[in-house]
Nanobody, 124 residues
Framework: QVQLVESGGGLVQAGGSLRLSCAAS????????MGWFRQAPGKEREFVAT????????YYADSVKGRFTISRDNAKKTVYLQMTSLKPEDTAVYYC?????????????????WGQGTQVTVSS
């Protein structure tokens, strides 16, 4: 069982930045590809970004490409989502997810574990 704990959410004005963190309890963090997803009120949960086990491959939703950056620190067992140029439509609960995998790439992601989510609110 892997526990994922997100932090870093909050209220920010449009155009601002936030950095989300997700700490994992996995024994071997590098066995997992990691991802961020989000769910806005009344909408389905959607993919935001994923990063491969070693960090060498990343994949982004078109809606965040060029504004968000996913990264990981395997020594700290933590994955990050740096969000810049935030827009009101980025408002959502952001969830961290872990995929136990042997794949080297990040474009296929099947979550095995989810965090509890952290709220991000962008005001206009």
């Amino acid at each position: 069982q892997v526990q994922l704990v997100e932090s870093g959410g909050g209220l920010v004005q449009a155009g601002g930045s936030l950095r989300l963190s997700c700490a994992a309890s996995a024994r071997t963090f590098s066995d997992y590809a990691m991802g961020w997803f989000r769910q806005a009120p009344g909408k389905e949960r959607e993919f935001v970004a994923t990063i491969a086990r070693t960090g060498g491959s990343t994949y982004y939703a078109d809606s965040v490409k060029g504004r968000f950056t996913i990264s990981r620190d395997n020594a700290k067992k933590t994955v990050y989502l740096q969000m810049t140029s935030l827009k009101p439509e980025d408002t959502a609960v952001y969830y961290c997810a872990a995929d136990f995998t042997v794949r080297a790439s990040a474009n296929v992601f099947n979550p095995d574990y989810w965090g509890q989510g952290t709220q991000v609110t962008v005001s206009s």
